[in-house]
Structure formats: structure tokens, C-alpha cells
């Protein structure tokens, strides 16, 4: 693992270390990655092997338990998914994208750290021991579907990846599992899924969650296997099939087993499910309770609401055309109490990957937010939900907030769905 930086004032550098070395062992375990080093330097007394100039060197030291040594490495590279699953976002993307988003991820150690759902297949025994070796938990697994012939058709692997086994290996040896079901009508549903539902609830109360998710297409699905779409009929039979399942499983603490996404009940003009219905709110960033979550602290902030802006003000907020309702029904009476406020909630069709196909707002293109508030017309101030842009401040087709507010022609800005700081701001 070559040091691309350090603490100068750290223990590394204290023994030597500089840009440009390599460190290769600690207490005789190799290293390969930013979680062998974690795991190992929280050791007290450590002998550390590096390479530095081509000359191999050994120190040892010995520290307190919560100290590393003051080193950065050269990010991990991530490991593709083994499978070709029918339904992948990555083969539906537009022409030109950048590569990362045409990339499939299935790192267990990814999933490990950032909570990305990953399929196991590429996971061997020796994977499978590191996980239990180390404490990798929790893990996110996309199981979509258990029963070995569907598994292969849709996920088109060729073989048994053994998935039971994996789960049960990981299970047994106290590792934590959440697991979705991305479900594709005709494919991993009626009885199928029944049988999948089933065979991972032998494995709770180590495997906490299921998640279904119904599957998302975009209007770029050329040379792939037809999956119809999720239809609000559909989706109106889900949900009263979803409380059986919760009244044959759940877990030992009393928790739900199985959970819908937020998604199944905008798509069937049903009711949001109240906060109980998502107890610890454990796969929120799965599309699990996000809108409970912003209804719940949305009223929370409201005691934290201004009476009055120092000036009249009209903001202008854009959404995916999904939450818009719920948004609307959630926002609108408190937000109308505020003197001096005028505002504006504009849903953006997603032309870019498919309107009406992709509507969450997580997945809305820089230029359709740009070009129809540009159409719509805007106020003083646009504000954007942080979910439009990932970790390095791009949307999916690469437009930063500063693009996107030149082309707007007023201030833009980025909100973390927390209406009272937003308005604060204004006071």
C-alpha cells in the first residue's frame, strides 16, 4: 500500500515514513487494502514492514489502540459485479456518460464502508473468512431472488453462486445482513418471491432486512430482455400482500422483516406508511422511509421556522416528479405562514434517461433541472436536493451547482432537506 500523504507530526512519520513508501506488513499480515491497515494498526503493539527507496524496513512501536499512524493511500479500486443481471441501471445508461456510472460495483468491501448492496457472487471462501475475520459489518446484499433457476435467468451468472449458503456462512458467524429484492414483474414475484421471502427469514435475527424496490427501466434498454414496468395496479396489490408477509415474518425484537420502498406507495396514490411502520429506520438510504423521514423532521423544524423573512424573498425548489405530491401535501401549509416567503415547488420531468419511466429526484440530469426552471421561470434563489449530485458536487451528466446557476442567471443553492436552516438563512 504506497503513502500518497501523512500527518507530518504523526506516529508514521515519527518512524520515518514519507510519500512514496510502501507499507507491505503489520504484526506478519499482509497488507491489501485501506481495511487490512484499519484492522491491524488498531493493534497495541505493532512491527511494521515498508518499502522505502527499494530498501525493505522494520519498525515497531507501541501505542495506544485508537491511534493510526497518520497515513493516507491511494483510494481502493472497487471490484466488478460477476453478474449480468437483466435489469443493471449501468447497460441503460445515455451514450457519453462517465465511466464510473457504466461501472457495475460489487465489492463486498464497498458495501462494507458505504453501505452499497453488492450480490456476493464474486465472493469466495477466503472472502467469505476475511468478512468474519475482520467484524465487515454490516454487509448490503442484493439477493433478488433465491430459487436457482430464476436467479440464473435473471441475473444471468450460469451457474449456482450458492447464495443460501453464503448468507447462512455470514449468519452464523454474527455477521449483519440487509438484503433487498428488486422486483421485476414476471420474473422474481407471485410465488417465487414468496419462496425468497422465506428462505432468508431462516436467517434473522442476523439478516435484519428485506427490502423490496420495484425495478427501475430507463427509455436507453436496447438489445435487453423485456421487463414491464411497475404499474400503480400493480403496486395497489403490493402493498396489501406486503402485511401478510409482515404478519407471518418478523423478527425476534418484534421489528418488520419485510419493508416496501417509498416508491410502491406514491405509485399507488396510497397513504405514506406512519414513522412506526419503519421502526430504527435501518434502510432509509434505500429509498425506505425517506419520505416519512422528511414529513417527520420537516414538522419538527417547523418551531424553528421564522414568522417573517427581512425581505420579500420567492425561492424556487425543484423535485423529482415522484415526491411531488407527497411534497406539496407535506411543505405547503407551514410554509405559507412565513411573511415575506414566496415559493415555489417545480417537479422536472426526466427527459435525460425517460420521462415518466425515471421520476425520482436522486436521478434527475443537471440540463433537465437547468433547462425547465429555466422554461418555468425561477425567483430569487433556486435550491437543489444534495441528492442530485454525488461526493464530487456532479449531477449524473456531470453539471456542477455553479453551471447550472450560471445558466439559471440567480444564486443556486445546494439544501440538505432542512427547511428551517434554509429559511434561517433569510431571517
Same mark, same amino acid.
Given at each position: ?11 508514521? +512519520?515519527r518512524?520515518?515514513m514519507?510519500?512514496?513508501d ?14 487490512d491497515?484499519?484492522?491491524y ?23 495506544d ?40 460495483d ?30 465487515l ?71 435484519k ?39 407471518k415474518?418478523?423478527?425476534?425484537d ?11 406507495f406514491?405509485?399507488a396514490? +396510497? ?12 434502510m ?5 422511509g425517506?419520505?416519512r +423521514?422528511?414529513a ?17 424573498v ?28 414566496a ?9 435525460w ?20 426552471l ?7 434563489v433556486?435550491?437543489?436536493?444534495h441528492?442530485?449530485f ?17 445558466y439559471?442567471g ?18
Amino acid at each position: 500500500m504506497k503513502i500518497i500523504d501523512l500527518d507530518k507530526h504523526g506516529l508514521g +512519520a515519527r518512524l520515518g515514513m514519507e510519500p512514496g513508501d510502501e507499507i507491505l506488513r503489520i504484526n506478519d499480515h499482509r497488507l491489501n487494502d485501506i481495511i487490512d491497515y484499519e484492522f491491524y494498526v488498531a493493534d497495541e503493539t505493532l512491527e511494521i514492514e515498508f518499502n522505502k527507496g527499494g530498501k525493505m524496513t522494520t519498525r515497531s512501536l507501541t501505542k495506544d489502540p485508537d491511534h493510526d499512524l497518520g497515513l493516507q493511500f491511494k483510494p481502493m479500486r472497487i471490484r466488478a459485479c460477476a453478474n449480468d443481471c437483466i435489469f443493471c441501471f449501468a447497460d441503460q445508461n445515455p451514450p457519453g456518460v462517465r465511466e464510473s456510472l457504466n461501472f457495475r460495483d460489487g465489492d463486498y468491501r464497498f458495501s462494507f464502508l458505504h453501505g452499497h448492496f453488492v450480490t456476493m457472487t464474486n465472493m469466495g471462501q477466503k472472502q467469505l473468512d476475511r468478512v468474519v475475520e475482520q467484524r465487515l459489518s454490516p454487509l448490503y446484499v442484493s439477493v433478488h431472488v433465491t430459487d436457482p433457476t430464476v436467479r440464473r435467468k435473471l441475473m444471468l451468472f450460469g451457474k449456482d453462486d450458492r447464495v443460501l449458503e453464503k448468507l447462512k456462512f455470514l449468519t452464523d458467524n454474527g455477521i449483519e445482513l440487509h438484503t433487498q429484492i428488486v422486483l421485476c414483474p414476471g420474473y422474481n414475484d407471485g410465488d417465487v418471491l414468496f419462496r425468497t421471502i422465506d428462505d432468508l427469514y431462516q436467517f434473522q435475527p442476523m439478516l435484519k432486512t428485506v427490502s423490496i424496490v420495484p425495478v427501475g427501466l430507463t427509455k436507453w434498454r436496447q438489445n435487453l430482455p423485456n421487463i414491464p414496468t411497475v404499474s400503480a395496479e400493480y403496486a395497489r396489490q403490493m402493498i396489501p400482500q406486503s402485511e401478510k408477509w409482515d404478519a407471518k415474518y418478523r423478527r425476534p425484537d418484534g421489528q418488520r422483516f419485510v419493508y416496501l420502498s417509498d416508491e410502491w406507495f406514491i405509485l399507488a396514490d +396510497a397513504p405514506m406508511p406512519a414513522s412506526d411502520y419503519y421502526d430504527d429506520y435501518l434502510m432509509v438510504e434505500n429509498g425506505v422511509g425517506q419520505c416519512r +423521514a422528511f414529513a417527520d423532521d420537516f414538522r419538527d423544524q417547523v418551531t424553528e421556522f421564522p414568522e417573517r423573512l427581512a425581505k420579500p424573498v420567492k425561492m424556487t425548489f425543484a423535485t423529482g416528479t415522484l415526491p411531488y405530491k407527497f411534497l406539496m401535501q407535506t411543505m405547503s401549509a407551514d410554509l405559507n405562514q412565513v411573511e415575506n416567503l414566496a415559493w415555489d415547488l417545480v417537479p422536472i420531468t426526466n427527459d435525460w434517461l425517460g420521462a415518466g419511466m425515471v421520476t425520482v429526484t436522486g436521478l434527475l440530469s443537471g440540463r433537465d433541472v437547468s433547462v425547465q426552471l429555466k422554461s418555468h421561470g425561477v425567483g430569487d434563489v433556486v435550491w437543489l436536493s444534495h441528492r442530485m449530485f454525488n461526493e464530487d458536487g456532479l449531477t449524473l451528466d456531470d453539471l456542477t451547482r455553479a453551471d447550472i446557476e450560471k445558466y439559471l442567471g440567480v444564486p443556486v443553492k445546494i439544501h440538505q432537506e432542512d427547511m428551517a436552516e434554509v429559511l434561517t438563512e433569510w431571517a
